[in-house]
Structure formats: structure tokens, C-alpha cells
């Protein structure tokens, strides 16, 4: 069981960014799914996470910014980004509970600069 992230590169301020990160392996259950991120120098952050059933959660910095959705057929979880800002720069990191236990992705490197 493992999760494929893509999606991330450099935009401009003001750009959008769609990340996608896609379960594969045998899954026979699936909860949670979200996106973290760390910048240099700081700690690992939540920044949504949205429940099977489709209830969303946002860090208060990307509220109105970012939109995350998932498709439970397909096992995967994305993450719209749009009205970037430098500050969002960062490695993405998606997670999803599967099997009863978590699991990460690899991250994806997104860089906002001008």
C-alpha cells in the first residue's frame, strides 16, 4: 500500500497549483485523507484534511485559497491551490488513513516566486 503525490512546481504569486496524490495496493479500507506541508525550518502543518464522507478542515491561512476534494472509487485526494502567495511555499505531503493505519506520500516541492 503506498500513496503517488504529483502536481507540485513553480507559479507566480497570484497562480494555481492542482496537487494529486492517488492510493494504490490493497485496500480494503480508506478514511482520511489530507495535505500537510513544510517549509524550511518549520515544523510539518496541516493544511486540509476531509473526512470519507466528504467534511472538509483548513488551516485558517488557505481558507478561501485552497480547495481539497477526494474520490473514494478512484482513491484519490486533491488539492486545489489558487491565489498563491510566497509564504505557501513549501513540501506538500499527502496522507491517508488506510487499513486502520497511516500513511504518507512522497512530497511534492511547491514554490511560489516571482
Known amino acids: 500500500v503506498q500513496l503517488q503525490a504529483s502536481g507540485g512546481g513553480l507559479v507566480q504569486p497570484g497562480g494555481s497549483l492542482r496537487l494529486s496524490c492517488t492510493a494504490s495496493?490493497?485496500?480494503?479500507?480508506?478514511?482520511?485523507m489530507g495535505w500537510y506541508r513544510q517549509a524550511p525550518g518549520k515544523q510539518r502543518e496541516l493544511v486540509a484534511d476531509?473526512?470519507?464522507?466528504?467534511?472538509?478542515n483548513y488551516v485558517d491561512s488557505v481558507k478561501g485559497r485552497f480547495t481539497i476534494s477526494r474520490d473514494n472509487a478512484k482513491y484519490t485526494v486533491s488539492l486545489q491551490m489558487n491565489s498563491l502567495k510566497p509564504e505557501d511555499t513549501a513540501v506538500y505531503y499527502c496522507?491517508?488513513?488506510?487499513?486502520?493505519?497511516?500513511?504518507w506520500g512522497q512530497g511534492t516541492q511547491v514554490t511560489v516566486s516571482s
Open positions: 495496493g490493497r485496500i480494503f479500507s480508506i478514511d482520511n
Open positions: 496522507s491517508a488513513a488506510l487499513n486502520y493505519r497511516g500513511y
Open positions: 476531509i473526512t470519507r464522507g466528504g467534511r472538509t
